[in-house]
């Protein structure tokens, strides 16, 4: 199994730019989540999904949306990239144990 | 919702010391309990798991951690730190039992540093 996998793994965009991260888990878990990790802040959530075609928003969702068109995959897309979106961003999954499991991580920089 | 204190951003012990790392949670109702651990660019890892009425929970790498109604507290020890410890942890805490959002609410992490 690769468990949770994160796609790029390194990113630079321009101010206004858009793009998606994919994350894909082999699990079979229901729930999916972005977060995104700033130095000092810990971890923060910005969407989450508790099945297939559902979202919700989390904590830090200004700027952000997702897609959960299948169970296996959870899309955080930007739309229009503002520096203050730099950060490393973690997608995890989880089934019925709670305990989460994690991607590896996605570094966008915002220039 | 709920919230998650860890006691100290930054610890600092020598290789064979103990470790102690301290997290407190906000929640009338036991939830679920977590520690995980991120080495430098990797993603989290889970330590270890609280989730019964056992109140000395042991994780991987010799870590354990317990839990303290009374306190609201679930401090991470171990008993004789190695260098291969040094990262940053954090505690998480889920909804209260009986939730089925899935979330979990996170610390804000604790760097430890191991010296030879």
């Known amino acids: 199994n690769a468990g949770v996998t994160q796609t790029p793994k390194f990113r630079v965009l321009k101010t206004g730019q858009s793009m998606t991260l994919l994350c894909a888990q082999d699990?079979?878990?229901?729930?999916m989540y972005w977060y995104r990790q700033d130095p000092g802040m810990g971890l923060r959530l910005i969407h989450y999904?508790?099945?297939?075609?559902?979202?919700a928003k989390g904590e830090v969702p200004d700027g952000y949306n997702v897609s959960r068109l299948k169970k296996q995959n959870f899309l955080l897309g930007l739309e229009s990239a503002a520096p203050s979106q730099t950060s490393v961003y973690f997608c995890?999954?989880?089934?019925?144990?709670?305990?989460?499991?994690f991607g590896p991580g996605t570094r966008l920089t915002v220039t | 919702a709920q919230s998650v204190t860890q006691l100290g951003s930054h610890v600092s012990v020598s290789e064979g010391a103990l470790v102690l790392l301290r997290c407190n949670y906000s929640?009338?109702?036991?939830?679920?309990l977590f520690w995980y651990v991120q080495y430098p660019n990797q993603g989290l890892q889970l330590l270890l798991k609280?989730?019964?009425?056992?109140?000395l929970v042991k994780g991987i790498n010799g870590f354990e951690a317990e839990f303290k109604k009374s306190e609201t507290s679930f401090h991470l020890t171990k008993p004789s730190a190695h260098m291969s410890d040094a990262a940053e942890y954090f505690c998480?805490?889920?909804?209260?039992?009986?939730?089925?959002?899935?979330?979990?609410?996170f610390g804000r992490g604790t760097q430890l540093t191991v010296w030879p």
């Open positions: 929640s009338s109702v036991p939830p679920y």
């Open positions: 609280y989730t019964s009425a056992a109140t």
């Open positions: 699990m079979n878990h229901e729930y």
């Open positions: 995890a999954s989880s089934g019925r144990g709670a305990e989460q499991y």
């Open positions: 999904s508790v099945g297939e075609g559902t979202t």
């Open positions: 998480a805490v889920s909804e209260e039992r009986g939730s089925t959002l899935g979330r979990l609410y």
